[in-house]
Each structure stands twice: as C-alpha cells, then as structure tokens.
C-alpha cells in the first residue's frame, strides 16, 4: 500500500458516518488491529503487577528468626506472626502481610502481631481449615524458643 494509498484512506475514513462503514476500510481495520494489539499488551504489563497486590504470599528460604526480630514486624504493612505448628509443636514464623487486608476477623489479626499469638489462632473463631491456609506463609522457625 502506497502512502498515497493510505492518505486518501483517512480522508475516507474521517467522514463515514457508522461505524460498519469504517471497519470496510483497511486502513480502519489497521488501526483497529493496532489498538486492540495495544490493549492486550497493556493488559499482560499490568497483570502482574495486580497479582503483587493480592493476598498471595512473598515466597522466600526458610530460616531461624529470634523473637525480637519476629517483634519488629508488627505494622499493617509488615505482619508477622509466631504460631506453634499443630502436629510438629515448633513455633514457627509467619509473615501475613499479604493477608491482612483478607482476614475475616479484622484487626483482630493484630492482637499479638510480632509475638506468639497460638492461643488465639487455636481460638473457636477458626475452622480447622485455617492450618492448611496459614502455611503459605510460614517463613521459618522461631530460634530462641
């Protein structure tokens, strides 16, 4: 297609008067291509960056915490937590940032946030379920215990 071609194209197209008529032109239907390309591509950019938002946890090496460094995370944007492990009897840590924003029970998650909190997590307000969920988080184990 010759730039003159596609000049007189766009004359033609500036002054259709339905969108049918528009898409028979290849110019159109070039533009058309190039948009939607566009979108999907911004589209497969963004996704990623919305799963990081989700509740998903940041997947890291297991190691050893000390309870104070446990302790310092304490803030709506940086959770961790000490439960001790239902059938291993270890405490272990868990860093729940990520499910803060998810957690049914609100800001009770906090209650001993950068601390032990297995007593309240062993509390009646969780379904036995919650086991399998929380060990997503898990990201070591508690060395001074």
Same mark, same amino acid.
């Given at each position: 297609?010759?730039?003159?071609?596609?000049?007189?194209?766009?004359?033609?197209?500036?002054?259709?008067?339905?969108?049918?008529?528009?898409?028979?032109?290849?110019?159109?239907?070039?533009?058309?291509? =190039? $948009?939607?390309?566009?979108?999907?591509?911004?589209?497969?950019?963004?996704?990623?960056?919305?799963?990081?938002?989700?509740?998903?946890?940041?997947?890291?090496?297991?190691?050893?915490?000390?309870?104070?460094?446990?302790?310092?995370?304490?803030? #709506?944007?940086?959770?961790?937590?000490?439960?001790?492990?239902? *059938? *291993?009897?270890?405490?272990?840590?868990?860093?729940?940032?990520?499910?803060? #924003?998810?957690?049914? =029970?609100?800001?009770?998650?906090?209650?001993?946030? =950068?601390?032990?909190?297995? $007593?309240?997590?062993? =509390?009646?307000?969780?379904?036995? *379920?919650? #086991?399998?969920?929380? #060990?997503?988080?898990?990201?070591?184990?508690?060395?001074?215990?």
């Amino acid at each position: 297609m010759q730039p003159a071609d596609l000049w007189q194209q766009w004359e033609q197209l500036m002054h259709v008067e339905s969108l049918q008529d528009a898409l028979l032109l290849p110019i159109a239907r070039v533009i058309a291509a =190039g $948009v939607l390309s566009a979108l999907l591509l911004l589209l497969l950019i963004v996704r990623p960056q919305t799963q990081a938002a989700t509740n998903t946890p940041k997947q890291r090496e297991q190691r050893g915490y000390t309870r104070a460094e446990v302790a310092q995370h304490t803030a #709506e944007d940086d959770l961790w937590l000490i439960i001790r492990h239902k *059938t *291993t009897g270890k405490l272990q840590v868990y860093d729940v940032t990520t499910y803060v #924003e998810h957690h049914p =029970g609100g800001d009770a998650i906090f209650s001993n946030a =950068g601390a032990d909190c297995t $007593v309240g997590f062993r =509390g009646p307000q969780h379904p036995p *379920t919650v #086991e399998d969920l929380v #060990e997503e988080y898990c990201i070591g184990w508690v060395e001074d215990a």
